[in-house]
């Protein structure tokens, strides 16, 4: 029994050998952050979860509110006579001028927030249809704003057709679509003799997410004023170079043409000839605190080999030995880091989240450090160090066009000073 447990301190002595030299610490650094994948995955299942929860939430304020509008403007209808199946032709502006003033707010449920519009549009069109068809049932004409089935009008009180104003008589179907949807004015007679109709409307919209300007007309201008500061435009047509000014919100405007269209004749269904012109406004935020809580997870890996890093040179430099339990301890403390981050972020915001939880985390680590090591400068190297990597981490994580070039120089950087520190070390 005394020879058994002779061997195995001599086993136990050799394998602390292996560990305390320069290949086991690596070994021995690189199976403690295999063993921390485990609570990384569980932080970015978190972020996931927590992410979903608020997409759900955010489809319940649009259900209420209000989604995406997309504009297709005014159109005159006509019903055809004699018809059984209720068939109507449609007569599209040759002019359509569109003012839109959308004012954006935030509509907040529990912890989530999201950003919802209310659009005053003010619409003038003219009509130049060709009545000579004897088909035409002239006494049930009427003009209608075109939109989608999930628009949410607040308000559409009167359409004003060649200076009489005329009451909106239902929302109804455009045509055999549930689709698209119509709101007409009560049917008013048209004279046959009649080559011009002027419309004049104006309307409220309940919205969130985008705007999306469809040039229904032969010719399309709109203008729209908001207060919001970060719109995002995408599309076949984009702003006027000259129109657009940013203070305090934005303004912009665009000029739409579609010649294909014949305004004089009327066609069989609500969508008109030619390839239209479309521009789109985005009212959503760019990037929300769970984005940046994806990126910034996405190096953490990064973040604890370069923290163990610091704490293996500070080995060798000082000649000390740390317990592979302090750095298990190092690295736990790095991955409780994502998580006050993530549940502060909802609360606060991402940049102060971040500072918060920077400074608990280091004020931790170096408390730790000095309690470990013993030494007041090596402490003081570890904060320093670690502060400075959190700094460009953060930077990093903000950026989204020059990221991956600030990110690879920082890694030179860093990769550069540690050659330099180990330069001397022999085996």
Do not use: C
Request: hydrophobic letters at 45%.
């Amino acid at each position: 029994m005394e020879n058994q447990s002779k061997t195995d301190k001599a086993e136990t002595s050799d394998f602390m050998k292996f560990l305390n030299a320069p290949f086991g610490r690596f070994l021995l650094i690189g199976t403690i952050t295999i063993i921390l994948l485990a609570p990384l995955a569980r932080v970015i299942f978190l972020i996931q979860e927590r992410k979903d929860r608020a997409e759900t939430i955010k489809k319940e304020i649009r259900s209420e509110w209000g989604s995406d509008f997309m504009y297709k403007g005014l159109v005159l209808r006509i019903p055809l006579k004699n018809n059984k199946s209720k068939k109507h032709l449609f007569f599209f502006p040759e002019n359509e001028v569109t003012n839109l003033n959308v004012s954006a707010s935030t509509k907040k449920r529990g912890i989530y927030h999201f950003p919802v519009f209310q659009s005053n549009n003010y619409t003038k069109a003219e009509f130049i249809p060709n009545l000579n068809n004897p088909n035409l049932d002239l006494s049930k004409a009427q003009i209608g704003l075109l939109t989608l089935a999930e628009t949410r009008i607040s308000n559409m009180e009167k359409i004003e057709v060649n200076g009489k104003g005329l009451e909106i008589e239902q929302e109804t179907m455009a045509e055999a679509s549930p689709e698209k949807l119509f709101y007409a004015t009560a049917p008013f007679t048209i004279d046959k003799s009649t080559t011009q109709i002027k419309v004049n409307t104006s309307y409220i919209i309940n919205g969130s997410g985008k705007i999306i300007l469809k040039g229904f007309a032969k010719k399309s201008a709109y203008k729209m004023t908001s207060n919001w500061e970060n719109p995002s435009f995408s599309g076949t047509s984009l702003p006027n170079p000259d129109s657009f000014e940013v203070k305090k919100g934005f303004k912009s405007s665009w000029n739409m043409m579609n010649i294909a269209q014949n305004t004089k004749a009327g066609i069989d269904h609500s969508k008109p000839y030619g390839k239209m012109s479309e521009a789109s406004v985005d009212f959503l935020e760019a990037i929300d605190q769970y984005q940046l809580n994806e990126r910034t997870v996405k190096y953490a890996i990064l973040v604890i080999l370069l923290t163990f890093t610091v704490f293996y040179l500070i080995e060798l430099i000082g000649k000390m030995l740390i317990h592979p339990i302090h750095y298990l301890m190092v690295g736990l403390s790095l991955v409780l880091f994502y998580v006050i981050l993530l549940s502060f972020s909802e609360q606060f915001g991402f940049a102060r989240s971040y500072l918060a939880a920077g400074i608990g985390i280091l004020s931790l680590l170096s408390w730790y450090a000095y309690s470990v090591l013993r030494s007041l400068k090596f402490a003081l190297t570890i904060l320093a160090a670690i502060s400075i990597l959190y700094s460009f981490l953060y930077v990093i994580v903000n950026l989204e066009t020059y990221a991956l070039i600030i990110g690879s120089l920082g890694l030179f950087i860093v990769l550069a000073a540690i050659m330099s520190f180990t330069r001397r070390l022999k085996v």
